[in-house]
């Protein structure tokens, strides 16, 4: 099981930006896959979730309504769109795989982590 986070970058506050996260040696239907991140000095967090054949998401109160999850099967990538940026969404971002597919923003549920990716949201 291996996940690649990507697409991070600098932008401007009220900018957009879009993670990928790529997965190999499983299929995406067969795991919960979740979006965290972790500001400098600060404990990692989770940002949103999706699960299950039908994208079943959930997110955190910080980023509802700006942050959109979704899943592309056919790439085995899990996307996640991120609108309006504030610099408190700077941060190092980590998508992760949970073989129970708890649909959770805990990060002890998760059993396999990709590399992470820098967001810095600054003018």
């Known amino acids: 099981v291996q996940l690649q986070a990507s697409g991070g970058g600098w932008v401007q506050p009220g900018g957009s930006l879009r993670l990928s996260c790529a997965a190999s040696?499983?299929?995406?239907?067969?795991?919960?896959i979740g979006w965290f991140r972790q500001a400098p000095g600060k404990a990692r967090e989770g940002v949103s979730c999706?699960?299950?054949?039908?994208?079943?998401?959930y997110y955190a109160d910080s980023v509802k309504g700006r942050f959109t999850i979704s899943r592309d099967n056919a790439k085995n990538t899990v996307y996640l769109q991120m609108n309006s940026l504030k610099p408190e969404d700077t941060a190092v971002y980590y998508c992760?795989?949970?073989?129970?597919?708890?649909?959770?923003?805990?990060?002890?549920?998760?059993?396999?982590w990709g590399q992470g990716t820098l967001v810095t949201v600054s003018s």
């Open positions: 040696g499983f299929t995406l239907d067969d795991y919960a």
């Open positions: 999706i699960k299950g054949a039908g994208g079943t998401t």
């Open positions: 992760a795989a949970d073989s129970r597919k708890r649909l959770s923003l805990k990060t002890w549920t998760y059993d396999y």
